[in-house]
């Protein structure tokens, strides 16, 4: 089989806001959803600085009582599903629910829980530990817990490859439908990890940016750019073929046309600076989807804002287009909501998507001293008004997983 798949539900929890519409006006209007870490005292680290969600509550989206029974991860990925699922127009009876599926990833899963179930397992011995401790933990909860919740008897694979969780989950969920495994697929990433430990972690790997303002902490290929910015949240497509969309008469986004996927196999967290796998997630994405660069394109790039990723993925998308890289409309949306990890592949596709509806390109904000190692169109600072007919979005994440997906104007 070789289906068509389209997009026809979104849905999005994250730093500039707890739903699509809100995320999606902030990040045109090019709002920072970075500030001082709260969750914790970070006044004593590094790093100071996250992309928190403000303001979420998860009752709107399961039972209080089941609350406590989950992780923060999982509730990110609740809420962006049910969001993506209420926004597509569905209901018990749209789907047979073998044909239905899930697949949401994490790059670190229930972080918090382990943590805190751990001090009490040290202060005061094995029976304390919740009973609830590893179903709250594992990384696959999210897309098992989506799946109770909608009768999702089809596929269900929980992805985990760091950075490119939720690139790789939609990729392989528009896989299953395009060969007949499934007719429609929630698909995405969730991450809930601003904790000390994750802060300590990646701080000692050097990854996040030391930065002592706000507004020059995430600032992708920008020459003073430092490192990265944690960010958490969740986001969910659903994905459908697109004769089974059709016929419900259901409002339809995008069509998901293209999908690369590859490792470096070079290092355990940093790019190989040849991007000679990366330049070729895209191209496999590109050529799939038949993405014509006279057409429009915009690339919802990777930019995490360390010194190595940023001129890794501009050589990389020199190598898929060569000179006709200067013709695609980039930019780094990670400048607003700092990376969200596991999650950050599902909210860039989301931006990729609204891109080509509205017919603007969101810009890479704070972006002040140019870097001519990264000397494409990164749309500095400002949105910008383009009618683009392809759209990509990548994921370059440690253990050297890249990932790809093209998307087409419909």
Not at 275 to 293: M, T
Not at 299 to 320: I, S
């Amino acid at each position: 089989m070789n289906r068509r798949v389209v997009v026809t539900g979104l849905g999005a929890v994250t730093p500039l806001g707890n739903d699509v519409k809100t995320t999606w006006e902030n990040m045109v209007r090019g709002v920072n959803g970075i500030d001082t870490v709260t969750k914790f005292d970070a006044s004593e680290y590094k790093c100071t600085f996250a992309g928190e969600v403000r303001g979420f509550d998860p009752v709107l989206y399961m039972p209080k009582g089941e609350v406590r029974k989950s992780d923060l991860y999982t509730q990110y990925a609740l809420a962006a599903a049910a969001q993506a699922y209420d926004d597509s127009g569905f209901t018990i009876d749209t789907i047979a629910p073998e044909r239905f599926g899930v697949y949401i990833g994490s790059g670190i899963g229930g972080i918090q829980t382990l943590i805190t179930e751990h001090e009490k397992f040290m202060e005061k011995g094995p029976g304390r530990v919740s009973p609830f401790f590893v179903p709250m933990m594992i990384s696959n909860m999210a897309s098992g817990t989506v799946a109770v919740k909608y009768n999702a008897q089809g596929p269900n694979v929980g992805i985990v490859t760091a950075c490119a969780t939720s690139t790789n989950s939609i990729g392989e969920a528009f896989r299953a439908i395009k060969h007949g495994y499934a007719d429609a697929m929630l698909a995405g990433g969730s991450e809930a990890a601003i904790t000390p430990m994750c802060f300590a972690g990646f701080i000692s790997c050097q990854a996040l940016s030391q930065a002592a303002d706000k507004d020059r902490a995430s600032i992708p290929f920008d020459k003073e750019r430092s490192g990265f910015v944690m960010g958490e949240g969740g986001a969910v497509m659903m994905l459908e073929e697109y004769e089974h969309a059709k016929a419900r008469g259901a409002k339809i986004y995008a069509e998901i046309v293209g999908y690369g996927c590859t490792n470096d196999a070079y290092h355990m967290t940093a790019p190989n600076p040849e991007a000679i796998a990366s330049s070729r997630a895209v191209e496999l994405a590109a050529k799939e989807g038949q993405v014509d660069v006279s057409k429009g394109v915009y690339v919802n790039a990777h930019g995490t804002g360390t010194p190595l990723n940023d001129k890794t993925e501009t050589l990389a998308l020199k190598r898929a287009f060569g000179q006709d890289a200067y013709k695609l409309h980039v930019s780094s949306t990670k400048s607003m909501t700092g990376h969200m990890l596991g999650a950050a592949g599902g909210v860039e596709a989301i931006a990729s998507v609204l891109a080509l509806c509205d017919g603007v390109i969101p810009p890479t904000i704070n972006y002040k001293v140019k870097d001519e190692e990264c000397d494409l169109d990164i749309t500095p600072n400002q949105a910008r008004e383009a009618d683009v007919a392809f759209a990509l979005s990548t994921s370059l994440g440690f253990g050297g997983h890249n990932g790809c997906l093209a998307f087409r104007k419909i």
